[in-house]
């Protein structure tokens, strides 16, 4: 299954719950936001690797990793 449709189906609808629309979507990028916050979540498929990155609007976007 593409990987937008996947995190469509699975994420997405808890992302809804707490007010997130998708802003914008490419080929393996979604941009979610809500009235303060964006999440990005990434797939390259060059190195099979995911980032979600997530941060206020107008501000820095911080990628989720083992250090938050």
Do not use: H
């Amino acid at each position: 299954m593409e990987f937008n449709t996947l995190v469509k189906t699975q994420l997405f609808t808890i992302l809804q719950k707490y007010g997130f629309e998708i802003a914008e979507e490419f080929k393996n990028i979604l941009r979610f936001q809500s009235s303060g916050i964006k999440v990005n979540v990434v797939f390259n498929r060059y190195d099979g690797a995911f980032l979600v990155e997530i941060g206020k609007q107008d501000n820095e976007l911080y990628p989720l990793n083992d250090y938050v």
